[in-house]
């Protein structure tokens, strides 16, 4: 792995994580110094992720992180509801007992995090409840299209902080959908996923368009730096 290479993999870590978050600005000799390397491949790394479309040059500032337009996320969000209705209806299908185990564990431990009020843990065990089920529906291509959605750096970067809010009604329509699997009943597993997503969809909008509204206000003031509380390489690799 080449040192660009390393650079580009770790800032996309800190964006996927939420550690950086849309509108704050990424100065390239801050993150040199956190990874430990010299400014060229940090500078290059930068360059790669704002030709993907995840971050913005902000001339004499640095870079900032892109928020999603709310047109974007509602298309994304109403594709991906669709997408893991029929996943949660194959896995009631498919499902065996080891697996409803598996299930429950994930589940339980997104309670468990939630209470802790850390929006980059609790967003990682969303993130594994959703996909767990995508797995169970074992069928390839509709993996490959799920995880897609997952990579999506910018949805990642900017709903860290809406997913711990939602916490308390999420956990409650995971529980649906758990319930249905469990049971085997395929409609409403596929009824209950894509009700929860559509309804996340509608929240998750009106966060974005909230947060646009904060943004524009804020950026006639200054650029907020979101380095400083950076972790290290080696606390993302645990």
Known sequence: MTRTDYAYQQIKNWLLNGNLKPGETISSYKLAEVLKLSITPVTSALKRLEQEGYLEVIPQVGCMVKLPTVKEAREKFMIRAVLEGFAAELAAYNRTD?????????????????????????AKWNKEFHLKIARL??????MDLLEGFWQNISFHAASADFLLERHAVTIKEHGQILSSIESG?????????ETHLRKCTNDFCDSIAKFSRELNLEESKTYKSSADNLPSPEELSV
């Open 98 to 122: 080891k697996d409803i185990e598996e299930l429950k564990a994930i589940y339980e431990q997104s309670i468990i995090v939630a209470k802790g009020s850390n929006p980059v843990e609790y």
């Open 137 to 142: 529906a074992n069928m390839d291509a509709l």
């Open 185 to 193: 009943n395929s409609l409403k597993a596929r009824r209950f996923m």
